[in-house]
């Protein structure tokens, strides 16, 4: 048998089930049992898809996906993941939805969760998820600092930031800093994606092999073109001992390495980077390095940091 809770009109505890986009079975005392959230069909998927692809401005014809879906928690609000069929566009987003299918937000926030202490877990998180895993790095892996820069072989600024960081920082602050190289070759550049492609199968056969093609590509930027980047990658590579040229051709020809680049550009993107370079220090991004002392005071400070987080831990 139910009941209604005799303190609440009918219409009002109509009003909140509506509101809240659930069904809600209430037994005495007002106890809720439990809660079905609302049906999320075919429809709403279709009318949400086009509503993304106008909000971002994206051609009528471009091919979008919902390639995620998720409850939040024990809420009936939905987190969902939007992104691009065509590899070519690199559109990724996230967004949340009400429990009524109205309202869309970059955001959701937790009033039950500290502020200070969520914004520190999800720095560390990201800090985690940027240099975590079979990346391109220099340094030692327990380093205090750890360096996520995101670059495109074709642009001039991440050529001038290669030297600060290779010539100038590192061999300054190697026993504390590794640097993770992460690809973003930007859309408008035309041997952009080629190259990190080039340089992504130069390093499965190791970092070094990696390390050299990219100086080599930022030390010869201005020789390059979409005809002859990967000829000249591939005679470049054939100086190196003890480096498989056969395996490597076949790599790049069969484009073995374009969904590792495609990851990264889609994790950069879901993490705000639109542009390059783009640094992050401890899962902390940073704007505007242009000075190879300002950066080394930051890679300092962060050094300290970890060193009293370390201390307070014990």
């Not at 100086?239 to 994790?267: I, M, N, P, Q, Y």
Request: aromatic fraction near 10%; hydrophobic fraction near 40%.
């Amino acid at each position: 048998m139910r009941f209604r809770n005799p303190w609440i009109p009918a219409g009002i505890l109509s009003a909140i089930a509506i509101a809240c986009g659930a069904l809600f079975t209430i037994h005495a005392f007002g106890a809720v049992a439990a809660i079905a959230c609302k049906p999320f069909g075919d429809s709403e998927r279709q009318r949400l898809l086009e509503y993304v692809k106008k909000k971002y401005k994206l051609p009528p014809t471009a091919s979008l996906a919902l390639s995620g879906e998720s409850l939040v928690g024990t809420t009936c609000f939905r987190k969902l993941e939007f992104k691009s069929a065509d590899p070519k566009r690199n559109f990724h987003t996230e967004l949340f939805l009400s429990p009524d299918f109205r309202f869309l937000t970059h955001e959701l926030l937790d009033s039950n969760v500290d502020p200070i202490v969520e914004e520190r877990r999800k720095q560390q998180a990201l800090a985690v998820a940027l240099t975590a895993g079979n990346f391109p790095s220099l340094g030692p892996k327990e380093a205090p600092v750890s360096i996520a820069l995101f670059s495109d072989f074709q642009c001039p600024y991440c050529a001038q930031m290669a030297h600060m960081l290779r010539q100038e920082v590192l061999p300054a602050e190697a026993k504390t800093t590794r640097l993770v190289f992460r690809y973003f070759p930007l859309s408008g550049h035309d041997w952009a994606l080629a190259a990190a492609q080039a340089t992504a199968c130069a390093q499965e056969q190791g970092d070094d092999y990696f390390w050299r093609l990219h100086d080599f590509l930022f030390k010869h930027q201005k020789e390059f073109t979409p005809e002859n980047v990967v000829p000249r990658l591939t005679e470049e590579a054939k100086r190196f001992r003890r480096f498989d040229s056969a395996r490597f051709t076949g790599c790049v020809a069969g484009k073995k390495t374009a969904a590792k680049v495609d990851l990264d550009v889609a994790f950069g993107t879901q993490n705000g980077v639109s542009g390059t370079p783009t640094l992050f220090i401890n899962g902390q991004r940073v704007a505007s390095v242009t000075a190879q002392e300002q950066l080394r005071t930051l890679i300092r400070e962060n050094g300290s940091q970890s060193r009293r987080k370390e201390i307070s831990s014990h």
